[in-house]
């Protein structure tokens, strides 16, 4: 993909990253301070080091961006980050597939047994909107610096908002898609005026 510049740009490169920074940048929305757990941590007293990723998509190939499709580009992001040596040897990403059904109470239920049951650093997805905006609006209250979440949905307009501090309603979601729907609007209405 390419970026202004021209030149490549990977949005996996930009969440691992963030995720290597997740113990020096706090971005908690949290006033109380939270016990933190010890497998909130990128490496374990022996050495091991892992991103848990937890992948909240659908399992429905009806839908573009399902399981059977995200999964596999996910995992090739990887590898090709791993080729360019972006990511220290040792580092290793687990990606945990969760069902969100595109549905809201399913989506927010895959989010809280993610971060309970497999304490994960960052969430992917989902890309249906009510299900995207269950989990973004909590994401910013778990653990002791959020947890950062990417997605490739979240086209109407209040995911599109700033979301620079933790007043923004989805303050720790990142879209990794171009346009959103008023994006798209306003093109299509600049183009009927010429």
Not at 138 to 165: A, C, H, Y
């Amino acid at each position: 993909m390419s970026t202004k510049s021209g030149g490549k740009f990977n949005h996996l490169t930009i969440f691992i990253l963030s995720c290597v920074l997740f113990d020096i940048v706090n971005a908690s929305c949290r006033e109380d301070a939270k016990k933190e757990r010890s497998c909130e941590k990128l490496c374990d007293e022996n050495g091991k080091c892992e991103i848990r990723a937890a992948v909240v998509i659908s399992t429905n190939t009806t839908i573009l961006a399902s399981r059977s499709t995200v999964m596999p580009t996910l995992q090739l992001a990887e590898a090709e980050i791993r080729r360019r040596k972006l990511l220290p040897d040792d580092l290793n990403i687990t990606w945990i597939p969760y069902d969100d059904r595109c549905d809201a109470s399913h989506s927010l239920l895959s989010a809280i047994d993610a971060y309970s049951d497999d304490c994960v650093h960052v969430f992917f997805g989902p890309v249906c909107e009510y299900a995207l905006a269950s989990i973004a609006r909590v994401v910013k209250f778990l653990g002791n610096s959020g947890t950062p979440q990417f997605t490739t949905g979240g086209l109407s307009f209040d995911f599109v908002r700033e979301k620079k501090n933790c007043s923004g309603e989805y303050h720790m979601l990142t879209r990794t898609g171009l346009a959103g729907f008023q994006d798209i609007s306003d093109f299509v209405l600049k183009v009927m005026d010429e």
